[in-house]
């Protein structure tokens, strides 16, 4: 998966802002390439779990197809445990088509994974561009 630097600073100060809960978003590109990140709303304001708000969802999803970007991602911050996908994150994970980018706050790391539809999780290189 290809990213831009700017993208990975955006979701950095993202997982700051929302301490000490989780912040979420979509990565949006084409291919496989990540063009933009757009924050979404954590409504569980969780430090342990996020969901997106459906409304805002459809809005994100209906202005970013507008602009000739799909879908490509999720992300999310982990503010006190690794870059990893925990046992719920791969349970939540039912699209096998998405990116799976997870910022660890205490480590200051990126992971980005894929799952497949037997929910093995595959870690993917990330290119920085």
């Known amino acids: 998966m290809k990213i831009k630097k700017e993208i990975l600073d955006f979701i950095k100060e993202h997982g700051n802002k929302e301490l000490p809960n989780e912040a979420c978003g979509y990565l949006a ?3 496989d390439e990540i ?3 757009v924050k ?3 409504i569980d304001k969780s430090p342990e779990h996020f969901s997106f708000d459906i409304k805002e969802q459809f809005n994100v999803v209906k202005n970013l197809r507008e602009k000739g970007l799909e879908i490509k991602g999720v992300y999310h ?3 006190s ?3 990893r ?3 719920e994150d791969i349970r939540l994970a039912n699209d096998i088509n998405l990116f799976y ?3 660890s706050l205490i480590y200051d790391n990126f992971a980005v994974f894929k799952i497949t539809k037997e929910k093995f999780v595959i870690p993917v290189e990330i290119e920085v561009i």
Do not use: Q, R
């Open 29 to 31: 590109g084409v291919n």
């Open 101 to 103: 980018l997870i910022y």
């Open 77 to 79: 911050t982990h503010p």
């Open 81 to 83: 445990s690794p870059a």
């Open 40 to 42: 979404m709303t954590n």
């Open 85 to 87: 996908m925990s046992d």
């Open 35 to 37: 063009l933009t990140a």
